[in-house]
């Protein structure tokens, strides 16, 4: 069965302390890995793309990478505003589904 | 451009009536896709569609859960005959294309006392 799993569940960081965080996935035939950023009462905020083993994507603090088995999501000096769920989502399969992890609750600390 | 808008962003129903959400998607989107989310758990995905067609549905309830996208106007999301268990947040997402990142909405809470 395709999974998607996240971990840790939760994370708190002091403002400037980096960190990873992780997303492995059990799927046949990806086609895509997609991370978003969700605050609290609304919907998800996409962030990246990324499609196949050494791909790189960044943007401000946030770097996603990619490999066979897994995808992390380094976050460098962070600020409070960083404070969120991060969600990763696989596409897969000959029908194109997408399932959800069930994200990483991250809080910074100032 | 607008993003996806939902509405209403709260629904508050008793047992046993219907609940209809509704979502417009990007301006030139035509894949539209529903999720439900409960607290502490990932986005489910319900069913997909594009204008006038359900491409996928193995997601939602074979009862009592209904959804269309008609050429004109916004996809909708129909329960009936609401049960307490059908509280949740609710989230729509559109896509250009299937593979491309799906954006989405700020969702329709939907309580059922």
């Known amino acids: 069965e395709d999974q998607v799993t996240q971990s840790p569940e939760a994370l708190r960081l002091q403002e400037g302390e980096s960190s990873s965080l992780n997303c492995s996935y059990t799927?046949?035939?990806?086609?895509?890995l997609f991370w978003y950023r969700q605050d609290p009462g609304k919907g998800p905020e996409f962030l990246f793309t990324l499609y196949s083993a050494g791909e790189e994507k960044e943007k401000e603090r946030l770097k996603a990478t990619l490999t066979k088995k897994e995808s992390f999501l380094h976050i460098t000096a962070p600020k409070p505003e960083d404070s969120a769920t991060y969600l990763c989502a696989v596409q897969a399969g000959r029908d194109d589904k997408i399932i959800f992890g069930k994200g990483t609750r991250l809080h910074i600390l100032p | 451009n607008a993003g996806v808008m939902q509405n209403p962003r709260h629904l508050v129903r008793r047992r046993g009536q219907e609940a209809r959400l509704r979502c417009s998607p990007v301006?030139?989107?035509?894949?539209v896709y529903w999720y439900r989310q409960l607290p502490e758990e990932g986005l489910k995905f319900m069913v997909y569609?594009?204008?006038?067609?359900?491409?996928?549905e193995s997601g939602m309830p074979k009862e009592r859960f209904s959804a269309e996208f008609p050429k004109e106007g916004p996809s909708i999301l129909r329960i009936q005959q609401v049960v307490r268990g059908d509280s949740a947040a609710y989230f729509c997402?559109?896509?250009?294309?299937?593979?491309?990142?799906?954006?989405f909405g700020d969702g329709t809470r939907l309580s059922i006392l």
């Open positions: 799927v046949s035939g990806l086609r895509g």
């Open positions: 569609l594009q204008k006038e067609n359900i491409i996928d």
């Open positions: 997402a559109s896509s250009q294309h299937p593979g491309q990142p799906q954006h």
């Open positions: 301006k030139g989107h035509s894949h």
